[in-house]
């Protein structure tokens, strides 16, 4: 976790951070800033730090030396869903519920706001419970209650649709599209058959 991400998440200003760990204001901004690597802080910087924060000194600096959060790059929506359905096929049902839930990967994009990617994510899990008769995991209860404003379409249904300058295949995907997903206003009417 980043230190940006976790002011945000415990609802600390970085003038607060300052404060209270008594590392230089314009330090702190520039590690959230990204000019200053908190790698590259001394030892006492951190520390003062992940103390105000709450976090060990290594998860600061590994989700540094990763690239960070703040680093990673958002792939397009229908990228992002063949990767999970890749894991899926790759991890089987089980095991990518458990991963999952201990990586507690859904309040993470939660979090980032990165509301498709979560709620895509979320629906996956609710179906591949519901597959396997299993009880919903009650820990995203709050997420469920969101869906996104517009349905989201597959690419290739938009791209039929206005070649056929119809609304004929969203009307079609949108009927069959899994219940799970669908909740979200997110079709997604296949995700056994990836290749």
Known sequence: MTV????AERNITKY???KESGVPHTTIQDICGGKTRIEKCTTEVVYRIAKVLDLPMEELVETALKGGANMERRCQFDVYKSNVCHMVKDMGDLDFIIHILETDEIRRLFHKRWYPECLYLLAMLDYLSRENDLPLCEDYNDIRAYKMKNPMYPGSVIAISNAEKSDRIRKESWNSSIPEFRR????????????
């Open 16 to 18: 607060r951070l300052s």
């Open 4 to 7: 940006q991400e976790r002011l």
């Open 184 to 195: 979200f206003n997110i079709v997604e009417c296949e995700v056994r058959n990836v290749y």
